[in-house]
């Protein structure tokens, strides 16, 4: 079986890119800081884990995943090798993410606003309570999904 499940803070955004061809495809890398758990004196206090994902999942981190958030992602391991243009051999070893969940609410995290201009427009026109639900008028005689 090969499943890993990680929970970090994201380096830095993103980079998504699209595949070239009839059906172009969002490829999502990233990297993920993970905390280790036990550390030696004078050692790195995290490790820093290279994910892809491919599809609708790219495409949901390109909207919704920033520098410094906390997440948690299942996928699988994946290592595998090129040569370079020196005639090296190099050895590559990335999470290929699978699912994606958020570990802290947009008031713990490092999350401003800007970053997000749909979202910030949405609450800018609702009733927002302190955890970030809108607030449903109790006056409206009909919801409009009914």
Not at 91 to 101: A, G, L, S
């Amino acid at each position: 079986m090969n499943k890993v499940i990680l929970m970090g803070r994201l380096v830095r955004d993103p980079e998504v890119r699209y595949t070239t061809g009839e059906k172009p495809m969002a490829v999502a890398r990233y990297t993920l800081a993970v905390d280790r758990r036990f550390k030696k004196k004078g050692e790195q206090s995290a490790d820093f884990i290279n994910c892809v994902c491919f599809g609708k999942i790219a495409e949901f981190v390109q909207l919704h995943l920033h520098q410094g958030m906390k997440i948690l992602i299942v996928g699988s391991w994946q290592t595998g090798s090129y040569t370079n243009k020196e005639g090296q051999k190099v050895y590559t070893h990335e999470c290929i993410v699978n699912e994606h969940y958020f570990c802290e609410s947009k008031s713990e995290g490092n999350f401003t606003p800007s970053q997000n201009p749909v979202q910030q427009s949405y609450t800018q026109n609702a009733m927002v309570d302190s955890e970030g639900f809108m607030q449903i008028p109790t006056d409206m005689e009909e919801l409009p999904f009914n």
